[in-house]
């Protein structure tokens, strides 16, 4: 079983940056895939960003490649999301999801969530 627990969200103008934390219980965080979904009212969740348990293989979503960054810290349980350059259109709730499912091409959202963090970008 895996906790996790988002922080680091907030209000931001346009342009700026926040660096998102997801601090995981449990001894079995460093075998996880990690991803960070984003939520925006009415809209579907959609993913972010994803690392695998080893931190060698990355994924991002175009909208954000080139300005957000994911990383981890399995010493530390705790993944990571640098948001740089960031648009009015990341308003979201961001969410940390555990235990997910690379197949090669496409990455499925495991098991395990955070309660997520209010990003919003003011124009």
């Known amino acids: 079983q895996v906790q996790l627990v988002e922080s680091g969200g907030g209000l931001v103008q346009a342009g700026g940056s926040l660096r998102l934390s997801c601090a995981a219980s449990g001894r079995t965080f460093s075998k996880y895939n990690m991803d960070w979904f984003r939520q925006a009212p009415g809209k579907e969740r959609e993913i972010v960003a994803a690392?695998?348990?080893?931190?060698?293989?990355?994924y991002y979503a175009e909208s954000v490649k080139g300005r957000f960054t994911i990383s981890r810290d399995n010493a530390k349980n705790t993944v990571y999301l640098q948001m740089d350059s960031l648009k009015p259109e990341d308003t979201a709730v961001y969410l940390c999801n555990g235990g997910s499912v690379n197949d090669g091409s496409t990455w499925s959202p495991g098991d395990y969530w955070g309660q997520g963090t209010q990003v919003t970008v003011s124009s």
């Open positions: 690392i695998s348990w080893s931190g060698d293989s990355t």
